[in-house]
C-alpha cells in the first residue's frame, strides 16, 4: 500500500514537473529581458558583451568611447553596440563630463554604465511590479498580429485607446510574466488602441492576465557606488516614469531616485533629503541629457536661446511652471542674428551666476559694453529681479517693454544738440526686428537725422544739406560694429569723395560712445578740398569748417586757386563777377564776388564734377573741355544789337588780349568786323592809318585811359556802348543799337556824324575843301570839287 502511494506521488510529482516545464518553456528563450536579448527581432546574444574562448581579442577593444574617462573594459563593451549607428551613443556621469570640482587630488571620479544599468533585466519591474504598470488592461492572444519582418514589428491591438504617449516604452503582453517588447509606433500613442512593437510577440506568452506598460530603461533596483575616496554608497531605486512620482527625482520624503541617491554634494536633491528641491517631479534630462554625461547645459534646461514659446527640446523655454514664462520674445533676433551674449540682458546670472536657477525667478541685469542698467517690464505671470544689485529694475506690469537701456537709445535722448533719439526706445520685447530698425534707436533717416556734429549738414535731406548716405563714413549696421559703445567710422573706399579719407588719422575706428562731443578732424578727403589734390582739414561739428572759402577760394579777396579765377573774380583784375555767372547751377545769385555765395544745388556741389552753367547772362554760352563758347564775355559785342550768338571762343587755361575778342587779327584789338554785319563800324576809319588813327581812349575814355588796359571794369563786358571822349575832344553820343549818332564832334569841326556811314563825315564836312580856301590854297587846288585824301 505504502509502496503504491510513493508509486503514485512519484508519478504525480513527475507530471507536475513535466507540465511546469512545458509551461516554462517559452520563457526559456527570455532567460534575459529586451532590448538585450536573442530573441526574433532583437538577437542580441551572450558573445555581444562577453569574450568566448578562442577569441584572442575581445572585440570592444577597438571601439570609440565619447569621453577620456568612458574607457573601461565594461563601457567600451556597451559601446560595441551602443555606437550612435546601431544604438545610441551616450556619456556617462563623471568630473570630465560634469564638474572636476570634487576629488580632484585623487584623480576625479567617474560611472560605468552598469553603475545604473542592469544589462541583463529589467530590475524595476522585476522588483517593484504592479507599481511600474502605467497602463494595463485585458489582453488575449487573439489580439496579437502576425510579425512584419521587413519592419521588424508586431501589430498589438488592446481593448482601449492609450490615455497617454508611450512610444519608447516596453510592452508586457502578461503582466505576471517579465518579457517585454519595445513600443515603436505610432510616435504618440494617446488615444490609439493599434500599436506596433519591435520583434515577434509569442502568443504563447500571452497567458490572459492581462497588459502592462512599463518605462524600463534597464535600470537597477540597488545601486551601489563606491567614490575615489573609498566610501561607498547602496541605495533602492524607484524608477517608474520620466516625470512625477518615481521619477528621476521627485522631491518626496523617500530619497529613491536614480538621480539622488549618489549625491552628497550638489544643491539640490541630495540623497540624504538635505538637498532642497527644484522642478520637482520634472524630467531631469530634458535639461541634464545623457548624451552630456548628465551635465546641465544651457541647451538642457531651454534653448540656448529660447527661440519657440513651448518647452520642446532643443530650442524652448525652461519648464513653464519653473519661472511661468510663456514667450521666447526676440531671443532668436538678438542672440542668433545679432550676436549679443546672454549676459548682456542677464548679467550675474548666466551658467554658474549666483543669481542662476533662483527659485523660479527671471533675472535680468543689463550690462552690455560697459553701458548698465535700465528698466524690464515683463511678463504679468512671471516673477523678476535684478541681478546687478538694482541697477536694472524690474516689474511684471505685463508690458513686455525694455527702457532706458543703451542698445535701444538711452544715451541720445539728450545732448549739447537737443535730442538724438529714435521713434521706439522702448521696443516690445515679443516684436520682430522692425522694433529696432534704423530711427527706433537714434536718428537715423535723411528727413530726421542726428543733430550731433555736423550730421545734419552731411545728412539731412533738407534744402542747403548733402543728404549724403550713413554708410558713406559709418560701416553697415550688420558687420558686428553697431551696438558696441563705440561709434564706429569707415570711410567709404568706393566713393571717390571719401576714397583715401581720413578721420583723426585713420581710414576707420571708433569715437567712444555716444553721444560724444569730443570731436575730431576729417582730411585728405575730396569733400573738403580744391577740387584737386589739395586738401583741408574739416573739424566735425564746426560749422565754420564746411563754409564757402574753406575748402576752396571763393570771393574777391581770395579767389579759386586757379589764375583764370582771379582775373574773372579777383580785386585785382577788377571784374568781380559774380560765382553764377558761370556756375549758375551750383549757386544763388550775387550782386558780384565781393560776398559769399550761397549753394543752390548740394548735388551738384561736391560732386566730383566741374559743373559750369552760365547764367542769363551768357544765356545760350557753352563750355566744353576747356573753352568758353558762344558767351557775350568773349564776343565783339555785336550781340547787343542783334541778340544773336557771339562768335569768339576763349580757352579757359590761355591769356586774351583786347584782340581775342573783338579786332580779331589786327594787333591793337580795334573792332574789325564790316559795317553793318550785323551792326554799323566806323572802327576802322576813325582808328585807321589813312586818317586821324585815334587811339581806343578817344572815344572810350571811361574804360581804357591807354587802348591797351581796362580804367573801369564795370564798364566792360557790361553790355553797354560806353562811349565818353579823352582830353581836348568833345561829342555827344546817342545810342542806336544798329548804329549810334555823335553830334558837336570836336575833331570834325563840330559837326555831327552817323556810324557807319561813310558820307556824313567825308571831306567838306567840317572844312571846305577846294581852291576857295584861304592862303595859297587857290594856288595848289585848281578845282572847286572834292579831292582824295592821300597819306603824308
Request: net charge neutral; glycine share 12%; hydrophobic share 30%.
Amino acid at each position: 500500500m505504502i509502496r503504491n502511494i510513493m508509486k503514485r506521488i512519484k508519478i504525480e510529482g513527475f507530471v507536475a514537473l513535466l507540465l511546469f516545464g512545458m509551461l516554462m518553456l517559452p520563457l526559456a528563450s527570455h532567460a534575459l529581458d529586451a532590448p538585450h536579448i536573442n530573441t526574433p527581432g532583437y538577437n542580441i546574444s551572450c558573445g555581444n558583451c562577453h569574450w568566448t574562448s578562442g577569441v584572442a581579442t575581445p572585440p570592444w577593444n577597438s571601439v570609440t568611447y565619447p569621453d577620456a574617462n568612458d574607457n573601461t573594459v565594461n563601457n567600451r563593451r556597451c559601446y560595441l553596440c551602443h555606437d550612435g549607428a546601431t544604438a545610441p551613443i551616450q556619456k556617462t556621469h563623471s568630473s570630465t563630463t560634469t564638474s572636476a570640482t570634487y576629488w580632484a587630488t585623487l584623480g576625479g571620479w567617474q560611472t560605468e554604465c552598469i553603475s545604473c544599468h542592469n544589462p541583463h533585466e529589467q530590475r524595476q519591474t522585476r522588483m517593484w511590479t504592479t507599481q511600474t504598470h502605467l497602463a494595463s488592461g485585458s489582453f488575449t492572444a487573439p489580439s496579437v498580429g502576425s510579425w512584419v519582418t521587413s519592419t521588424n514589428q508586431t501589430q498589438i491591438t488592446l481593448p482601449a485607446g492609450l490615455a497617454a504617449n508611450y512610444n519608447g516604452y516596453y510592452f508586457m503582453p502578461d503582466k505576471k510574466y517579465p518579457v517585454f517588447y519595445k513600443i515603436k509606433a505610432p510616435a504618440d500613442t494617446t488615444g490609439q488602441s493599434i500599436i506596433q512593437v519591435k520583434g515577434k510577440v509569442e502568443t504563447s506568452l500571452v497567458l490572459g492576465n492581462g497588459y502592462a506598460i512599463v518605462y524600463a530603461q534597464n535600470v537597477k533596483d540597488l545601486v551601489t557606488y563606491v567614490k575615489p575616496d573609498g566610501t561607498s554608497i547602496n541605495k533602492i531605486v524607484k524608477l517608474y516614469r520620466p516625470t512625477g512620482a518615481n521619477n528621476g527625482a521627485d522631491g518626496d520624503a523617500t530619497y529613491d531616485g536614480i538621480c539622488e541617491v549618489c549625491h552628497t554634494a550638489t544643491t539640490y536633491y541630495k540623497n540624504d533629503g538635505s538637498g532642497g528641491a527644484h522642478n520637482t517631479g520634472a524630467n531631469c534630462a530634458q535639461c541634464h541629457d545623457h548624451i552630456g554625461g548628465f551635465k546641465p547645459a544651457c541647451g538642457g534646461c531651454h534653448g540656448n536661446p529660447p527661440t519657440v514659446s513651448n518647452q520642446s527640446q532643443p530650442n524652448g523655454l525652461v519648464w513653464i511652471t519653473s519661472t511661468r514664462s510663456a514667450s521666447a520674445g526676440a531671443h532668436n533676433l538678438h542672440v542668433n542674428t545679432d550676436a549679443i551674449a546672454c549676459s548682456a540682458c542677464h548679467v550675474n546670472s548666466v551658467g554658474s551666476g549666483p543669481t542662476h536657477n533662483n527659485a523660479r525667478t527671471i533675472s535680468m541685469g543689463f550690462s552690455f559694453n560697459g553701458a548698465t542698467g535700465g528698466t524690464y517690464n515683463g511678463q504679468a505671470a512671471a516673477i523678476y529681479n535684478s541681478s546687478d544689485g538694482g541697477l536694472t529694475t524690474t516689474s511684471s506690469g505685463g508690458a513686455m517693454q525694455c527702457s532706458n537701456i543703451y542698445c535701444h537709445g538711452s544715451t541720445m535722448a539728450a545732448g549739447a544738440w537737443g535730442t538724438d533719439a529714435g521713434t521706439n526706445r522702448a521696443p516690445n520685447w515679443t516684436t520682430n526686428a522692425a522694433a529696432g530698425a534704423c530711427g527706433t534707436c537714434h536718428k537715423a533717416t535723411a528727413a530726421n537725422p542726428p543733430a550731433s556734429g555736423s550730421h545734419i549738414k552731411h545728412a539731412s535731406s533738407a534744402a542747403g544739406n548733402y543728404n549724403v548716405s550713413c554708410d558713406l563714413c559709418h560701416p553697415s549696421a550688420a558687420s558686428g560694429t553697431h551696438v558696441n559703445a563705440n561709434v564706429e567710422y569707415s570711410l567709404s573706399t568706393s566713393d571717390p569723395r571719401t576714397n583715401g579719407g581720413l578721420y583723426n588719422g585713420s581710414a576707420s575706428g571708433g569715437t567712444g560712445l555716444a553721444p560724444s562731443t569730443n570731436f575730431k578732424n576729417c582730411t585728405n578727403l575730396y569733400c573738403h578740398s580744391t577740387g584737386t589734390a589739395t586738401y583741408y582739414s574739416a573739424s566735425w561739428g564746426s560749422a565754420g569748417s564746411g563754409a564757402c572759402g574753406t575748402c576752396h577760394g571763393a570771393n574777391a579777396t581770395a579767389t579759386p586757386s586757379s589764375v583764370r579765377h582771379g582775373q574773372h573774380v579777383g580785386n585785382a583784375q577788377g571784374y568781380k563777377f559774380s560765382c553764377s555767372k558761370c556756375h549758375d547751377s551750383v549757386v544763388m545769385a550775387t550782386a558780384d564776388s565781393t560776398g559769399w555765395a550761397t549753394i543752390k544745388s548740394t548735388t551738384l556741389h561736391v560732386d566730383g564734377t566741374k559743373n559750369v552753367k552760365f547764367d542769363i547772362y551768357n544765356s545760350i554760352g557753352n563750355y566744353a573741355g576747356s573753352n568758353c563758347s558762344a558767351i557775350y564775355c568773349h564776343s565783339a559785342g555785336t550781340a547787343v544789337a542783334t541778340g544773336a550768338a557771339p562768335v569768339a571762343s576763349a580757352d579757359w587755361n590761355t591769356t586774351m588780349n583786347c584782340a581775342g575778342c573783338h579786332g580779331i587779327g589786327t594787333s591793337d584789338g580795334r573792332p574789325n568786323y564790316a559795317n553793318y554785319t550785323p551792326k554799323a563800324n566806323s572802327h576802322m576809319a576813325v582808328e585807321s592809318t589813312t586818317h586821324a588813327n585815334h587811339p581806343c581812349q578817344t572815344c572810350h575814355f571811361t574804360t581804357t585811359s591807354n587802348g591797351t588796359s581796362i580804367t573801369s571794369f564795370s564798364r566792360h563786358v557790361n553790355k553797354s556802348y560806353d562811349v565818353a571822349p579823352w582830353g581836348s575832344a568833345s561829342f555827344s553820343y546817342t545810342f542806336n543799337a544798329t548804329g549810334g549818332t555823335c553830334s558837336a564832334v570836336s575833331c570834325h569841326g563840330g559837326n555831327p556824324g552817323v556810324w557807319g556811314s561813310s558820307g556824313s563825315l567825308g571831306c567838306g564836312s567840317c572844312h571846305a575843301v577846294n581852291n576857295t580856301l584861304l592862303g595859297q590854297h587857290s594856288n595848289h587846288w585848281a578845282t572847286a570839287g572834292f579831292g582824295t585824301l592821300v597819306p603824308a
